[in-house]
C-alpha cells in the first residue's frame, strides 16, 4: 500500500514519527515512550537523553529506588510525561505487564504504591498454566507481549491470557484497551482474539480453513501499532502444538499468526498465517508445527508503508507457490488485506529447520535510508549467528542449495540473493564445525542503532557466550567498527559474558553527540551462577563509540549493578527504557529505576496540580485549517502544523483527538520551552467514498490569555 506524505522530513523520522521521540532540540518535556523499542524501526535508540552522560553515569549512577509488581514480566517499560490524572495529579508515569495480568502505572519519579492497577484476569478464570501447554519454563502465563499505546487517545493495548476455573476450562487469549489515565477498559474491549485462515494443516474449521487456538499459540511478541491499526504475532510454547487427539506435544500442529485490530472499535480486520498447510516432516520425527513468530518476545516492525516479521522453524514452499514461509523475512501488506509483499528465505533453510536453528529467534531491525548502495535496507540475526542486510525493495527470495542435506550441515556458506551476510560471526562456535547444533543458540534477540554527529553509523549486536560488538554501517555494508583508540569497538570478553543467547541492548543519547551516546544492556545470570537461567540480572553501561570501557560498578566492585532477579528458567528477554535521566528494567515482581544523583536519595519530579497554574507561555499554531483534499480509499496521507510558545516562558499544552479518517499521530500532553517549537502530524486514511465531516482539532494549554487554540480538518475520500 502506498502512501503519501505532504511534509517533507525523510524517512527515518517517518519511521519514528509515531512514537513521539522528538530531538531534544525541538521542546524541553522528556519523550514518550509508547511502543517497544521506542519506534517501530526498533532502533532501541532514545536519541532525545538530555541528562544522562558518559561522564555522569560513570561518577554518579546508582540504584533510585525499586517498586513492587506481582509476577515477572517480559514487558519492556513504556513512559508517557506529564500524563493528567485528573484526581490523582499529573504524574510522569511508567507502565509495566506482568504474567500475573495486572497492568501496573507507577510514579515514573519518586517510590510509592502504583497511581493504579489492573488485573485483566476475569471473574471466574485463572492464568494458564504450564501443564496445560507442556511448557516447561514458565509457570503461569498472562501478559507476555510488551503493549502498546496509542498517544492520541491515551490508551493502552495489552493481550491477556486466562482460562475458565471449570473441570474442563475453556481458554481465552483477549486483547484490552485501558485508558492509561484510569486503566479502566475503553469501549468494546475487552475481545477474545478468535481466527481462521484457508490451510489443511493444523486444527481445522470444517471448511477449509486453519483455527487459532488460544490454549496452543502464545503472544510473545510486542504488540505493533501501525496506523489505525493493533498488530499482535503468535508463537507456540516451546515448539509444542496440539496432536489430533487433543494432546499437546513436541510433535503436534501450531502455526505463526499475525491479528490485527481496528483501534478504536476493536474489531479485528485481517488474519495471516505463515504456514497453513503444515504436514508431519519425516526428518524431523514427526513434528507438524511451525512457522512461530516470536523474536526473543520482540515485536514486529514497520517502515513507511509495509510490516516485517521473522518466522521460526517450519515448513517453507513459497518458491514453488506454496503458502508456507517457516525461517523466513516477510515484508507484509498492512490491513485489511495482511499478504506477502516480498520474502527472503536463506539457502540452507533445510538444515535451520532440521537443527532447529530458528531463523526468527533473532528480530529485525529498520535502517535509515542510505546513500550508498541500496537506501533502504534491514538487518537482523537468528540462532545460527548470521547478521543479514537486506534490501526491502528486493529481498532476495530464496535461493536453493546444493551444500549437504539438512541431515548433515554443511560447514561451507551457500549463496544468497541479499545486500550481505556476515556468515556465522555471532556466539562461540567455529563456523566451520559440521554439528550446527554446537551453534544453534548463537543469537536470541535484537539489534541497536545509533548514529553520531559526523553520521558514523553503528550497528550492535551480541552473540551467545559472547561479547557485544559494534560493526559500522557505510555505504550499505556493514564492516567492524573501531573504538576511538583504534582497537575493536566491543566490550571486554570473559568466560560467560553476555551468555543465554546474547542481549537486547538499548542507547540513549542527547542526539549525536558521542559524550552522550551510552549503551545498556542486561547480562543474564551466567552457567557459572545458575544451571537454569534463575538468578541476579546485571545492568551494564559502555560509551556508545567504545564498548571497551565500563561505565558501572557496583557496591561489590563488580562490573555492573544489580537490576533484579529472573525466577523463570525462560530466559529473560529484557530491554530497559532510558528516558528523562532514568533507567528502568522491569524483572521478577520489581520495577528498578536507575539515575545519577549527587546526594545519598532521589531528588523527585514534583508532581503538577490536576489544574495546571496560568504560566507565562503564549501558544501560537502556524493554520487554522487542514483540508486533505480527495484521496482514493485505502491510501494514506499525512501533513502537519505547528505549535509555537510565544511567550516568556515555558508553555505546558495537550493535543486533543480525532475521530477516524483522521488520526493525530503525536499528540498527547508536551511542553515547550520560549521560542520552541513542534510539529504535529495528522493522518487522512479513508475507508469509504464521500465527503468526511468536518472535525475540530483542539490544543489547550497554560496560556493565560488563550488556553484554547483549534483548528478545523476534513478530507474526501474517492
Known amino acids: 500500500m502506498k502512501q503519501h506524505r505532504v511534509s517533507n522530513r525523510t524517512l527515518f523520522w517517518l519511521a519514528m514519527a509515531g512514537i513521539c521521540v522528538f530531538a531534544a532540540t525541538v521542546f524541553a518535556a522528556p519523550p514518550s515512550v509508547v511502543t517497544q523499542m521506542y519506534n517501530n524501526a526498533h532502533t532501541n535508540w532514545n536519541s532525545s537523553e538530555t541528562t544522562l552522560t558518559v561522564a555522569n553515569v560513570k561518577s554518579s549512577f546508582k ?14 517499560p513504556l513512559y508517557v510525561p506529564a500524563l493528567n490524572l485528573g484526581s490523582a495529579g499529573t504524574h510522569n508515569v511508567i507502565f509495566v505487564g506482568t504474567e500475573n495480568n495486572t497492568v501496573y502505572a507507577f510514579d515514573a519519579d ?65 486483547l484490552h484497551a485501558l485508558d492509561i489515565t484510569t486503566g479502566n477498559e475503553r469501549s468494546g474491549s475487552p475481545v477474545d482474539i478468535v481466527a481462521k485462515f484457508p490451510g489443511t494443516g493444523g486444527e481445522q474449521d470444517g471448511n477449509g480453513n486453519v483455527v487459532f487456538d488460544p490454549l496452543v499459540e502464545f503472544n510473545r511478541a510486542a504488540l505493533t501499532l501501525f496506523g489505525n491499526t493493533v498488530y499482535t504475532a503468535w508463537s507456540a510454547h516451546e515448539d509444542n502444538g496440539i496432536e489430533p487427539n487433543g494432546s499437546i506435544d513436541g510433535t503436534g500442529a501450531y502455526q505463526g499468526w499475525i491479528i490485527a485490530y481496528d483501534k478504536t472499535s476493536l474489531a479485528q480486520v485481517a488474519v ?53 514461509y517457516g525461517d523466513t523475512l516477510l515484508r507484509l501488506t498492512q490491513a485489511p488485506s495482511i499478504g ?16 532447529d536453528v530458528d531463523l526468527g529467534a533473532g528480530a529485525p531491525m529498520v535502517l535509515p535510508n542510505q546513500t550508498g548502495g541500496p537506501a533502504k535496507l534491514v538487518t537482523f540475526a537468528g540462532k545460527e549467528g548470521s547478521i ?57 534477540g535484537a539489534p541497536a542503532y545509533f548514529q553520531d554527529s559526523s553520521g558514523r553509523q553503528y ?50 543519547s542527547n542526539g549525536g553527540d558521542t559524550t552522550t551516546a551510552i549503551l545498556w544492556a542486561i547480562q543474564h545470570p551466567s552457567p557459572a551462577t545458575s544451571s537454569d537461567g534463575t538468578g541476579t540480572l546485571t545492568l551494564r553501561a559502555f560509551p556508545a563509540n567504545d564498548l571497551t ?68 507561555g503564549s501558544i501560537r499554531l502556524s493554520r487554522s485549517r487542514m483540508n486533505f483534499g480527495k484521496l482514493k480509499v485505502g491510501r ?83
Open 388 to 444: 543479514y542486510l537486506i534490501d526491502r525493495t528486493a529481498m532476495g527470495h530464496y535461493t536453493p542449495t546444493q551444500n549437504s542435506p539438512p541431515q548433515g550441515p554443511s560447514t561451507t556458506q551457500c549463496t544468497d540473493n541479499v545486500v550481505q551476510v556476515l556468515w556465522r560471526v555471532l556466539g562461540t562456535a567455529s563456523k566451520t564445525d559440521p554439528n550446527l547444533g554446537a551453534n544453534r543458540d548463537a543469537f536470541w
Open 110 to 174: 519518586t517510590k510509592g504504591a502504583p497511581l493504579w492497577s489492573k488485573s485483566l484476569t476475569p471473574s471466574g478464570e485463572t492464568l494458564q498454566a504450564m501443564n496445560d501447554y507442556a511448557n516447561t519454563r514458565i509457570p503461569h502465563m498472562g501478559i507476555s507481549g510488551t503493549g502498546v499505546i496509542d498517544p492520541s487517545s491515551n490508551t493502552l493495548y495489552v493481550v491477556a491470557a486466562s482460562k475458565t476455573t471449570a473441570s474442563t476450562p475453556v481458554f481465552h487469549q483477549r
Open 340 to 355: 506477502v509483499g516480498d520474502y527472503f528465505t536463506p539457502c540452507e533453510q533445510s538444515e535451520l529447520y532440521y537443527n
Open 636 to 718: 494514506t496521507l499525512t501533513g502537519n502544523f505547528k505549535v509555537r510558545n510565544a511567550g516568556k516562558g515555558d508553555l505546558h499544552f495537550t493535543v486533543g483527538t480525532l475521530q477516524p479518517p483522521f488520526q493525530v499521530e503525536n499528540g498527547g500532553a508536551m511542553t515547550l520551552a520560549k521560542g520552541k517549537g513542534v510539529a504535529i502530524d495528522v493522518q487522512f486514511m479513508p475507508t469509504t467514498t464521500g465527503v468526511f465531516p468536518e472535525q475540530t482539532l483542539t490544543v489547550t494549554s497554560d496560556d493565560p490569555k488563550n488556553p484554547s487554540r483549534s483548528l478545523s480538518i476534513n478530507g474526501t475520500g474517492k
Open 63 to 76: 540504584l533510585l529506588f525499586k517498586d513492587t509488581t506481582d509476577d515477572g514480566t517480559y514487558f519492556q
Open 549 to 616: 570501557t565500563d561505565l558501572i560498578v557496583g557496591s561489590k566492585g563488580a562490573l555492573g549493578i544489580s537490576s533484579g532477579t529472573w525466577t523463570y528458567q525462560n530466559d529473560a528477554f529484557l530491554t530497559p527504557t532510558i528516558v528523562n535521566g532514568k533507567v528502568y528494567v522491569a524483572s521478577s515482581g520489581e520495577l528498578d529505576v536507575f539515575g545519577v544523583s549527587s546526594g545519598g536519595s532521589p531528588t523527585p519530579t514534583p508532581t503538577a496540580s490536576p489544574t495546571p497554574t496560568p504560566g507565562s
Open 272 to 324: 495471516f498465517n505463515t504456514d497453513p498447510s503444515i504436514v508431519p516432516d519425516p526428518n524431523l520425527n514427526g513434528t507438524s508445527g511451525g512457522g512461530s513468530i516470536w523474536q526473543a518476545s520482540v515485536g514486529m516492525v514497520t517502515d513507511d508503508s509495509s510490516i516485517y516479521a521473522l518466522t521460526a522453524n517450519g515448513a517453507f514452499n513459497a518458491n514453488t507457490g506454496g503458502p508456507n
Open 459 to 508: 550497528i550492535y549486536y551480541t552473540g551467545d557466550y559472547s561479547p557485544i560488538i559494534e560493526f559500522d554501517l557505510k555505504n550499505s555494508s556493514l564492516a567492524a567498527g573501531m573504538n576511538p583508540t583504534g582497537q575493536p569497538n566491543q566490550t571486554p570478553s570473559s568466560q560467560y559474558d553476555f551468555a543465554r543467547g546474547g542481549t537486547l541492548p538499548a542507547i540513549s
